[in-house]
């Protein structure tokens, strides 16, 4: 298991995160296509905010069970939270965030978000 260090643009909030990175997520729903995200999911145990974030801002839409977190100097989507299917504690993680990360050897799968 890798530990991975990333961050919003202007640093204002910092984590790290545990796991493998296997593959991605690529959702095309409304926010996830204008926000260019690509996901990796975690529990959420596994993501521990370096301090705690200060300029966090949270946006929830259509059936708010995800929370969307955002920097509220810079505007960039780190990561959010939710529940997977089991109920478990998820985050996920916009791997464009992580530091030192060639997204390139990374398999992308594309999920069909619109259709939800």
Known sequence: ??????SCHCGNIRFEVSGDIDSALACNCSICSRKGSLLWFVPRASLQLAPPATAMGTYMFNKHVIQHHFCTVCG????GEGKDPQGNAVAAVNLRCVENLDLATIPVHHFDGKAL
């Open 1 to 6: 298991m890798t530990t991975y260090t990333g």
């Open 76 to 79: 960039i989507h780190p990561f």
